[in-house]
């Protein structure tokens, strides 16, 4: 049995973990480098996760899975300073802690993907353009039309509407993949040559157009060259996302001073990533698709809620589903 997967985020390596004994398994990535949106940049001397920010864990299946991780050290906890703002006003700071423990890959949140990626059969820099039906199997080309090879399942955990694009339009639930609607955002990267005073290492922002900033260098095993992420509402990057990116980040510039009340543009590093399928309302229907008559799936924090969490639980769940099929 060979099965294709399309993309290399946390869903996918679930996936292909719990089906690579029964099973040979592909995965075909577009960037080049696993794990999806838990991302890291690196600008020497600065670095930032400007995916995923942190994760937690509820469910006995995910936090059995992350305890060897955390054993190993890829997996540490961030008992950062968190705030909590009204938009300039700061309503409380607390630390996190061990009762209720957020976590980060070490030494970057692509750490986690990078390890458990280790022993899979992954094509970085391939893009999935099409699959052609033939007699018995499916068969998957680049966006350069090489053949990518003949494989017995596609599963495609692209986000919803890229599914439904590399999918054909007969995939059981094709319409199910256009109605669900993700949503942008924007990521601000600042480096600064002096740290800059601040009462807390994380934040979360109310009634403005960014929702959140993290100190980077705050999180544990990362380099010491002050590290600022911000990242804009969904909503604000919903209504900008084909402004001229110079014009995005003299925005979230000036908002992120106003805001804290310190002069970021003052920053020696920038960049800003924009990521157009950042997030997605919780579901409220998270069955996942299967169409078993043509051998075809999709799945993805989508289905839930774009948490690293529901990442994996999809993917695990996709996994189970397959295995009864094949075994």
Same mark, same amino acid.
């Given at each position: 049995?060979?099965?294709?997967?399309?993309?290399?985020?946390?869903?996918?390596?679930?996936? /292909?973990?719990?089906?690579? &004994?029964?099973?040979?398994?592909?995965?075909?990535? &577009?960037?080049?480098?696993?794990?999806?949106?838990?991302?890291?940049? *690196?600008?020497?001397?600065?670095?930032?996760?400007?995916?995923?920010?942190?994760?937690?864990?509820?469910?006995?299946?995910? &936090?059995?899975?992350?305890?060897?991780?955390?054993?190993?050290?890829?997996?540490?906890?961030? @008992?950062?300073?968190? /705030?909590?703002?009204?938009?300039?006003?700061?309503?409380?700071?607390?630390?996190?802690?061990?009762?209720?423990?957020?976590?980060?890959?070490?030494?970057?949140?692509?750490?986690?993907?990078?390890?458990?990626?280790?022993?899979?059969?992954?094509?970085?820099?391939?893009?999935?353009?099409?699959?052609?039906?033939?007699?018995?199997?499916?068969?998957?080309?680049?966006?350069?039309?090489?053949?990518? !090879? *003949?494989?017995?399942?596609?599963?495609?955990?692209?986000?919803?509407?890229?599914? /439904?694009?590399?999918?054909?339009?007969?995939?059981?639930?094709?319409? @199910?993949?256009?109605?669900?609607?993700?949503?942008?955002?924007?990521?601000?990267?600042?480096?600064?040559?002096?740290?800059?005073?601040?009462?807390?290492?994380?934040?979360?922002?109310?009634?403005?157009?960014?929702?959140?900033?993290?100190?980077?260098?705050?999180?544990?095993?990362?380099?010491?060259?002050?590290?600022?992420?911000?990242?804009?509402?969904?909503?604000?990057?919903?209504?900008?996302?084909?402004?001229?990116?110079?014009?995005?980040?003299?925005?979230?510039?000036?908002?992120?001073?106003?805001?804290?009340?310190?002069?970021?543009?003052?920053?020696?590093?920038?960049?800003?990533?924009?990521?157009?399928?950042?997030?997605?309302?919780?579901?409220? &229907?998270?069955?996942?698709?299967?169409?078993?008559?043509?051998?075809?799936?999709?799945? !993805?924090?989508?289905?839930?809620?774009?948490?690293?969490?529901?990442?994996?639980?999809?993917?695990?769940?996709?996994?189970?589903?397959?295995?009864?099929?094949?075994?």
């Amino acid at each position: 049995m060979r099965i294709a997967i399309v993309g290399a985020g946390i869903s996918s390596i679930a996936i /292909a973990q719990n089906l690579k &004994k029964i099973a040979a398994v592909s995965i075909f990535e &577009k960037s080049r480098g696993v794990g999806g949106r838990m991302a890291l940049r *690196r600008s020497p001397p600065y670095e930032f996760d400007h995916g995923a920010q942190f994760f937690t864990a509820k469910g006995t299946n995910f &936090k059995n899975f992350i305890k060897p991780l955390i054993k190993k050290n890829i997996i540490k906890r961030w @008992d950062a300073r968190f /705030a909590e703002f009204i938009d300039n006003k700061i309503l409380r700071i607390i630390t996190w802690n061990a009762e209720y423990p957020h976590y980060v890959g070490a030494p970057g949140m692509n750490s986690i993907a990078q390890y458990l990626s280790k022993e899979l059969n992954i094509k970085l820099n391939t893009k999935v353009n099409k699959i052609v039906r033939n007699t018995n199997n499916w068969e998957l080309f680049d966006n350069n039309s090489n053949n990518l !090879g *003949r494989f017995d399942w596609v599963i495609s955990t692209a986000p919803p509407i890229q599914s /439904a694009e590399i999918l054909p339009t007969y995939f059981k639930y094709h319409n @199910d993949l256009l109605t669900r609607k993700m949503v942008g955002c924007f990521s601000l990267m600042l480096g600064f040559k002096k740290p800059i005073s601040l009462l807390w290492d994380s934040a979360l922002i109310r009634d403005a157009d960014i929702s959140w900033i993290s100190i980077n260098n705050s999180k544990p095993d990362r380099k010491q060259s002050f590290s600022m992420l911000i990242n804009s509402t969904n909503a604000w990057a919903e209504d900008h996302l084909s402004d001229d990116p110079q014009s995005i980040i003299t925005y979230l510039n000036n908002e992120t001073s106003r805001i804290i009340g310190k002069d970021t543009s003052i920053a020696e590093h920038i960049d800003l990533q924009a990521w157009r399928y950042a997030n997605i309302s919780r579901q409220t &229907k998270s069955d996942l698709l299967i169409d078993y008559d043509n051998r075809l799936a999709s799945c !993805g924090d989508w289905l839930t809620h774009g948490r690293v969490e529901n990442a994996f639980e999809a993917g695990l769940m996709m996994a189970q589903k397959i295995n009864k099929i094949i075994e």
